[in-house]
């Protein structure tokens, strides 16, 4: 009787929140205007002291998060494999787009994303030769395959002396600013929203329901998992990118360790969605951040992987798995949404 | 010439000893992949806890047993620690992966990520920094040959063998025969196998599935605690961190092997101590994860389900 009484308000509890979304979300200003008060305010922030120091620093680490978990939620939440190899990609693009600024061309502020476009670029390039070897394995299989990718790749930098071996690449200027990230994860969400709601995103999430009666449907494969490797890896790449013009970098850094903290992000917040994805990686980082201010440093992993156990157990999918948020749905889906 | 061939033997009773270590963890990654068809990623972990263990219990119970022969407090602590870690195993089935079970998969093998953090996090906050393991009984070096140095008299070229590294191999190969006796002849092993053939159709033959999938994680788990005793012992520095970074590399033991198929494991994990040492012995030891996690790309290009395991019939 006591566990009946639960359940109801429970589902009370989500009907609200579902008919609260659904009635913010109906309205299709609000997005455009956050975007654009949010990097107008990220430019002022460059001249007028609205942030501190540490806030600015938490705010870009939210949008290097962001733009980690929506990718790799292109791949594991909307493709429904299981990579593990998300630090792998972002080592790629930081060591790349690293050894851009302060090996090839110095002291060049005005390339920097000409270097975070280069180093997505590589990283996009690894992902399609990882796509290949994919197609041969699937589900668990390309778990180990990714794991041992992110083991190589972590391994080969220690092993190269010009890019500083296993002390890692110091002294990178700090190029990554509040607008630079903020236009970075603007520029995300679009080509992923797009690419979901695409003929490709189709594909890509009929393969996730079942591969096998997708292919005899007429889904190719092979492209369809290709291009999602690509873009997910690309964007890996580019927040890697970003955050080595942050800090220095350590190969150390890109472990399987960095790996789980963005798979605890996207299964967080949701999978299959881009709006659990952004709150994955908010919630995520403000944790992180406020732990570690309180002194908690060790505790820190044990709460978010306890977090992390009891969501798999009580919502399999996430905070928003398979749900989003009106906002990021192009207009035809809303309109056919809401006739349903 | 001589010294060559002794080197090369010297080599071979060191790989032996790693894969042996190997072998044991990889064992537990393959039953439970075997039964559940799930990659239990909180494994290494329950490893790196089986050091931990070890160290506690001997701290504790080299004082009251002071008086016996140390084979026997190594068998008392070995026991105990295979019984506490593969109770813990089995209680993490009981409470996080169970209830899990007809969830998607995706949702047990993060729950599972969820676990191994969880413990080792959890480890961390207890133990912040490495711990050196005490020493069970005296390692008395063998020396199996001994010749006179042509060059140099004052150094003999030897082939040695320890103690520890012979309780390591001879204890290893004890546990894994006695667990192939157990699933090839008993009615449990049976049971686990029909299990791992068809999931669905096994309940229906009144086998108490739940049942025997709690033994597969105390046994798995309990090898896996031994395997963590045995490397504490012989790398007497331990640390929460090698949950990860020997579990890892087990568990490739496990999947070049063909992942589910526990002589496959035995055999992975032989041959990953081997590729390891000489990788070491070649190239450099900062090589050597990257030769070893090579080794499994290869393998699974060529054979993608391991070595000596079979493909899943694939149904729409």
């Known amino acids: 009787m006591c566990k009946c009484r639960q359940r109801t308000a429970a589902s009370t509890l989500r009907r609200l929140v579902n008919s609260f979304l659904a009635s913010v979300g109906r309205s299709r200003w609000p997005l455009p205007t956050l975007v654009a008060l949010g990097f107008s305010l990220a430019v002022l922030s460059r001249y007028v002291p609205i942030f501190s120091g540490y806030t600015q620093i938490i705010l870009i680490t939210i949008g290097i998060n962001i733009i980690l978990c929506v990718s790799l939620n292109l791949v594991n939440g909307y493709m429904g494999e299981f990579s593990v190899g998300h630090a792998g990609f972002m080592s790629l693009g930081a060591y790349t787009a690293a050894v851009f600024t302060t090996k090839w061309l110095p002291d060049t502020p005005a390339l920097f994303p000409v270097a975070v476009i280069f180093g997505g670029a590589m990283a996009a390039i690894i992902g399609f030769l990882l796509a290949l070897l994919s197609f041969k394995t699937r589900g668990d299989y390309l778990a180990i395959i990714t794991l041992a990718f992110l083991m190589i790749v972590k391994s080969a930098w220690e092993n190269i002396p010009y890019v500083g071996g296993p002390a890692g690449l110091l002294g990178v200027d700090k190029y990554t600013t509040l607008p630079w990230t903020f236009f970075w994860v603007v520029v995300t969400m679009l080509v992923i929203r797009n690419l979901v709601y695409s003929k490709f995103g189709r594909a890509i999430i009929a393969i996730r329901e079942d591969e096998i009666a997708a292919n005899a449907m007429g889904v190719r494969i092979r492209e369809a998992k290709i291009l999602a490797f690509i873009v997910s890896s690309f964007f890996g790449g580019v927040a890697g990118a970003l955050y080595a013009h942050l800090n220095f970098i350590n190969p150390k850094y890109f472990d399987i360790v960095k790996s789980t903290e963005i798979l605890v992000m996207v299964y967080l917040g949701g999978i299959s969605s881009l709006g659990g994805s952004i709150l994955g990686a908010v919630v995520f980082t403000v944790l992180f951040y406020q732990l570690e201010s309180m002194g908690l440093g060790y505790w820190r992993m044990v709460i978010l992987s306890s977090l992390l156990i009891l969501l798999m157990l009580f919502r399999p999918r996430g905070i928003m798995g398979m749900k989003e948020l009106a906002w990021f749905l192009p207009g035809r889906e809303l309109f056919t949404r809401r006739k349903s | ?316």
């Open chain 2, 1 to 316: 010439m001589l010294d060559d061939v002794l080197y090369l033997a010297q080599q071979t009773i060191n790989a032996l000893q790693q894969g042996s270590i190997y072998a044991l963890i990889a064992l537990g990654y393959t039953m439970v992949y075997g039964v559940l068809t799930m990659i239990n990623f909180a494994h290494g972990d329950l490893f790196m806890l089986g050091a931990f263990a070890c160290m506690l219990l001997a701290g504790l119970l080299m004082p009251i047993m002071a008086g016996f022969p140390p084979v026997l407090v190594f068998m008392v602590i070995l026991l105990l620690v295979m019984l506490i870690i593969g109770v813990l195993g089995a209680s993490i089935e009981r409470l996080a992966y169970r209830p899990l079970r007809a969830a998607p998969r995706v949702s047990a093998i993060i729950t599972a990520l969820g676990c191994g953090l969880l413990i080792e996090s959890l480890t961390l906050v207890i133990f912040p920094y490495s711990k050196s393991m005490p020493t069970l009984f005296k390692n008395t070096t063998f020396e199996l040959i001994k010749f006179a140095n042509p060059q140099d008299p004052n150094s003999p070229i030897t082939l040695t063998v320890t103690v520890l590294q012979l309780i390591i191999i001879c204890v290893s190969l004890a546990l894994m025969v006695a667990l192939d006796f157990l699933i090839r002849k008993t009615r449990y092993g049976m049971a686990m196998r029909a299990i791992a053939f068809d999931a669905r159709t096994v309940p229906l033959m009144g086998i108490p599935v739940d049942r025997i999938i709690s033994m597969t994680f105390l046994i798995g788990a309990g090898l896996g605690g031994a395997a963590g005793m045995l490397y504490g012992l012989a790398y007497p520095v331990i640390a929460p961190s090698m949950g990860i970074l020997v579990g890892w590399k087990a568990f490739i033991a496990a999947v070049v092997g063909g992942i589910g198929s526990i002589r496959g494991a035995v055999l992975g994990g032989f041959i990953l101590g081997a590729v390891e040492v000489i990788a070491v012995v070649a190239f450099d030891s900062s090589y050597r994860d990257l030769i070893s996690y090579s080794l499994l790309l290869v393998i699974l290009i060529f054979k993608p389900y391991g070595l000596l395991g079979q493909a899943p019939n694939q149904k729409v």
